[in-house]
């Protein structure tokens, strides 16, 4: 099932140089996923965490939470000591917050749903 209108695979080019962050459940079905990239893809001088994700089954579960702690630990584990950048969908600000997250820019659309962009130092 398609939540949001981005219908695209690869489009921007970047997961041939991320490391690909998958939680699953008892029957091994993916049900949460985040794409870790390296310093300056895309971001100069920024590790970056995005394509973060949960499936319905494990919404308000907490995995979430579970999902995002993981993919901080490993992008520091695996890129070292870098600043994290990320585009956040507005909606979440809260919850990327409670993770030392805070905006920078403006607000813009991305696949017409409103984002911002977000650092953890």
Known sequence: MIEQTCYYLDADGMDQKAW??????QEGNIVAYARLLPPGTPFDGYTSIGRVLTAHSVRRTGAGKVLLEQAIERTSGIFGDYP??????????????SFGFVEVGAEYLEDGIPHIHMIRE
């Open 20 to 25: 690909h962050l998958m939680g699953m459940d």
């Open 84 to 97: 994290i950048q990320i585009s956040a969908q507005c909606y979440l600000l809260h919850f990327y917050r």
